[in-house]
């Protein structure tokens, strides 16, 4: 089975902080995803990358970085975390379009809150 | 662009019982994928059942069918003999080159 592992189910921070997010695949997967899930608004889209060193903005880049040195493991980063990006985090991966299976799989979550 | 609408922010079911959840969607696309995905109070994303938009047969998964209409870019779920388990947010998606998902739809079981 695919396995999407996150660093950490909760997290709080601090106003001003650096954050960084951990996703790790075992599944040799080329896509990554990072979304952030608030009530009513569903996943809305970070940031996503196609290959390794490759990144592409989403939807709500703003605020956050991305980091894929290692093609299992894909990095977001919040320079300076506020208290506005206290949120869900899920980070999934998939196989290219062509590449048969095209569903995403997710991680747990990690639940942060930025105080 | 393309987006994905679910318009039922919360249903419930009664135990026993069926329950369709419903889902458009615009693409400009002709070849995608549609997926619902179930996320229960853990968190984690499970996936229901996936439609490939080529196919013109519904996908069926034991409990869990879908109606997929291409014209009409509708993609419902339907939910037969409803479980407590069954009890999640549902999320439909679409994926061409990237993934989108609807905001969900919070699904309540009744004893």
């Known amino acids: 089975d695919v396995k999407v592992t996150q660093s950490s189910r909760y997290l709080v921070k601090r106003t001003g902080e650096k954050v960084f997010l951990e996703c790790v695949q075992d599944?040799?997967?080329?896509?990554m995803f990072w979304y952030r899930q608030d009530p009513g608004l569903g996943l809305r889209l970070i940031y996503f990358?196609?290959?390794?060193?490759?990144?592409e903005k989403g939807d709500i880049p703003e605020g956050y970085s991305v980091s894929r040195e290692k093609k299992e493991r894909f990095s977001l980063i919040l320079e300076s975390a506020s208290t506005n990006q206290t949120s869900m985090y899920l980070c999934?991966?998939?196989?290219?379009?062509?590449?048969?299976?095209?569903?995403?799989?997710f991680g747990q979550g990690t639940r942060l809150t930025v105080v | 662009a393309q987006t994905v609408t679910q318009s039922q922010p919360e249903m419930s079911v009664q135990e026993a019982e069926t329950v369709t959840l419903s889902c458009t969607y615009d693409?400009?696309?002709?070849?995608?994928?549609l997926f619902w995905y179930k996320q229960p109070p853990s968190r984690q994303m499970i996936l229901v059942i996936r439609?490939?938009?080529?196919?013109?047969q519904n996908a069926t998964e034991n409990r869990f069918s879908v109606n997929f209409q291409k014209a009409a870019k509708s993609f419902s779920l339907k939910i037969s003999d409803s479980q407590l388990g069954d009890a999640a947010m549902y999320f439909c998606?679409?994926?061409?080159?990237?993934?989108?998902f609807g905001t969900g739809t919070s699904l309540t079981v009744i004893p």
């Open positions: 999934a991966s998939s196989l290219p379009r062509q590449g048969g299976r095209t569903e995403a799989f």
């Open positions: 599944m040799d997967h080329e896509n």
């Open positions: 990358s196609y290959d390794v060193k490759m990144k």
């Open positions: 693409t400009s696309e002709s070849d995608y994928y």
């Open positions: 439609q490939e938009a080529y196919k013109q």
């Open positions: 998606a679409y994926t061409g080159n990237q993934f989108y």
